[in-house]
Nanobody
């Protein structure tokens, strides 16, 4: 099993930055990819960014050029650097990891961007 713990959310003004962290523990070696998803009130959960074990990244069009996903293998941690935040980025952000057979989710961290 894999356990994920997110941190770094908060309340910021439009144009400011935040960095989210997702610390993984457990069966780390089995992880194929990790990513960030978000869910705004009354909306479906959507992909924000992913990074594979090989380092390949993928971003939602809405965050390209503003958000950067990265990882620190020594710390088993994935980061989401969010710059130029907009009110439309307001959501609960979830970390997800996938293995050959399973997916795991963190508990989520709230990001609120005021205008």
């Amino acid at each position: 099993q894999v356990q994920l713990v997110e941190s770094g959310g908060g309340l910021v003004q439009a144009g400011e930055s935040l960095r989210l962290s997702c610390a993984a523990s457990g069966s780390i070696a089995s992880i194929l990819s990790m990513g960030w998803y978000r869910q705004a009130p009354e909306k479906q959960r959507e992909l924000v960014a992913t990074i594979t074990s090989g380092g390949s990244t993928n971003y939602a069009d809405s965050v390209k050029g503003r958000f950067t996903i990265s990882r620190d293998n020594a710390k088993n941690t994935v980061y989401l650097q969010m710059n130029s935040l907009k009110p439309t980025d307001t959501a609960v952000y979830y970390c997800r990891s996938t293995t050959n057979r399973y997916e795991y989710w963190g508990q989520g961290t709230q990001v609120t961007v005021s205008s």
